[in-house]
């Protein structure tokens, strides 16, 4: 049903990096899985209409209103890594552009 | 044990003062802890300060409500600010919400004396406990046994009386099965009745929070104190919330001339025949104190395993794209570029379990298979749901095992996800629907665990639902009998 090297792709787009071991049991496990999906088939739903949420509700919207938040040291202070530059306060990631230019 | 309503009793008249009772109940988590680990942090400063208050309150001549001075869990799924809340992960294990939800919110308004976070499976994703990154919650009526989840913790603790009641979530059954596991009352409310806000998301349209208690009382009193509307929540409904303790009155079956049905196709392979026999019994039992019984058939009700896994795992590998350690909680250290910073992070993160649920669920949202699988359990879920729908046309309440086998042994499940998942099969239609449903005690297997009797109510029919569980509670005694670990 699905084989190792869609494992890796699908790994790649939830941004899971797998090792060897964890492929090859996602590749049976998932397999598995799905197969147990195709039980779904048996039903005609050409006609059924999608439940997105099982109690209807229509759109629930607010005024788009400025509020200062108070825990703003907080925040940043979760962060694994922050600096702050004259520039402001900032998350700080690894480098995200390769070497050139520098 | 004591209930709510003897504990308030005994607040009011002075009999023992709040931080007494806190005290008391921090002892016996001390004592308990090391063989059931049922908490993943004790918060005893902030519960002895709520402690003070209320007792300050009291002695104020203040009046105060039936929860002040209760000591209560709460899910480590659920924002405490200043306190860690981990979703028992790795990649949350440093985190400290600088705010707070909904639920914990109101319950501190109310008085409630948090003892401690529960430990859970990992963001909530398993049926066990076991999935925790942290450790392993035993089940007090057999330590070799496993609590049920996700909420173990939860209903572990309540069970052996470290705390009172207790909040979990409940997205396919993580409320209904632990209570039966361990012989407590759990529920899950209509989707949209308490307020998700702080609730840490795993699968959006099921989530619902819940109350568990060792009696249909405490969880009807917990209830009207979570539930109501708020605008934090877009999912919230707007409704009145009734007084649900005033309205569990004697005798009310036959008064209501309650209609009950039992869903044939629960009855069938894979079923404990021991489960089955106690939950006829109990139908016996709701039938000599008054209420017509019938037998329902919801022909899809099988189709819900598979359709909640391509919804639930869909919606969770959408929600946790945001633990990118970034912002907050665990970062990998040897990470090189930005790409390489997300993908060892969730991969040193996250647990097994999670990692297998983001997998079904990033490869079912996936270009060329969203027909297929996302768009296919969405229309199974409406047929699931007009099942329920024909159902309530003929009676008031639905009632089945809430798990099709007793509490199993750690370990006997880890390597084979799809018959873990299968324990969830009669809990699961229910959050598809997004119905209220309960499970409550109704006896014992030949090896002493607990069964649990599952209760299914119509659309916001949470009152119908309490006052059915509260009349099969009071002509039986499941209830009270206690795990030797507490005694």
């Known amino acids: ?102 | 044990m004591a209930s709510i309503r003897e504990l308030h009793h005994q607040l009011v008249k002075k009999e023992c003062s709040a931080v007494e009772l806190t005290q008391d109940y921090l002892k016996r988590v001390e004592t308990l802890e090391p063989k059931l680990h049922s908490f993943l942090c004790v918060t005893a400063d902030r519960a002895l300060e709520q402690a003070k208050q209320v007792d300050a309150k009291l002695a104020a001549g203040e009046e105060v409500g039936p929860l002040a001075g209760i000591p209560i869990g709460i899910k480590d799924n659920l924002c405490t600010q200043g306190i860690p809340t981990t979703c028992a992960s790795k990649i949350l294990q440093n985190f400290v919400p600088p705010y707070e939800s909904t639920v914990t919110a109101k319950l501190a308004a109310a008085g409630a004396v948090m003892v401690g976070k529960t430990n859970m499976d990992e963001f909530a994703m398993g049926s066990s406990t076991e999935s925790s990154a942290f450790q392993l919650t035993a089940n007090p009526w057999d330590v070799e046994r496993v609590p049920g989840g996700s909420s173990g913790g939860s209903a572990a603790a309540v069970a052996a009386g470290e705390c009172v009641v207790a909040l979990g979530s409940d997205t396919g059954g993580s409320i209904r099965q632990p209570a039966s596991f361990c012989g407590v009352v759990g529920m899950k409310p209509t989707y949209g009745l308490v307020s998700r806000y702080g609730l840490v998301a795993f699968a959006s349209s099921l989530d619902q929070i819940g109350p568990f208690g060792r009696s249909v009382e405490d969880i009807a009193v917990l209830l009207e104190t979570i539930a109501g509307h708020d605008p934090k929540d877009s999912t919230s409904l707007k409704v009145n919330i009734p007084n649900y303790a005033s309205l569990l009155k004697p005798n009310l079956l036959k008064k209501q001339k309650l209609r009950i049905g039992i869903i044939k196709e629960t009855f069938g392979e894979g079923l404990d025949p021991v489960v089955g026999q106690a939950v006829m019994a109990a139908v016996d039992e709701l039938k000599k104190l008054g209420a017509k019984v019938k037998e329902i058939s919801c022909p899809k009700f099988r189709y819900g395993l598979p359709t909640y896994y391509i919804i639930a795992p869909s919606e969770a590998s959408a929600n946790l794209a945001r633990y990118d350690g970034v912002k907050y909680g665990f970062r990998t250290e040897e990470a090189e570029s930005l790409m390489d910073m997300y993908t060892k992070t969730r991969a040193q993160g996250f647990g097994a379990e999670v990692k297998r649920r983001i997998m079904i669920g990033t490869y079912t949202l996936s270009a060329g298979y969203y027909d297929a699988y996302y768009l296919k359990a969405q229309k199974v879920r409406t047929l699931i749901k007009q099942d329920f729908e024909r159902a309530f046309s003929e009676v008031d309440v639905l009632v089945c095992p809430t798990s099709p086998i007793t509490a199993f042994k750690a370990g006997e499940k880890t390597n084979d996800p799809l018959s873990m998942y299968l324990t969830d099969l009669m809990t699961i239609p229910v959050n598809l629907a997004g119905l209220p449903a309960l499970s409550l005690p109704c006896g014992f297997d030949d090896q002493g665990l607990p069964i649990g009797l599952q209760m299914i109510g119509n659309v916001l029919q949470e009152d119908v639902l309490l006052q059915a569980a509260y009349a099969y509670e009071q002509a039986t005694d499941w209830h009270e009998r206690q795990p030797e670990i507490g005694e």
């Open chain 1, 1 to 102: 049903m699905i084989d190792r090297e869609q494992v890796r792709k699908v790994a790649h787009l939830a941004r899971l990096d797998l090792t060897p071991d964890e492929e090859e049991k996602f590749t049976t496990q998932l397999s598995d899985i799905l197969e147990y999906f195709e039980q779904l088939s048996e039903l005609d739903t050409d006609e059924v209409q999608p439940t997105a949420r099982a109690i209807d509700m229509s759109n629930v919207t607010r005024p788009d209103r400025l509020q200062p938040y108070e825990n703003r040291e907080t925040i940043l202070n979760s962060a694994p890594d922050r600096e702050s530059t004259a520039q402001g306060d900032f998350f700080k990631v690894p480098q995200i552009l390769s070497g050139e230019g520098e």
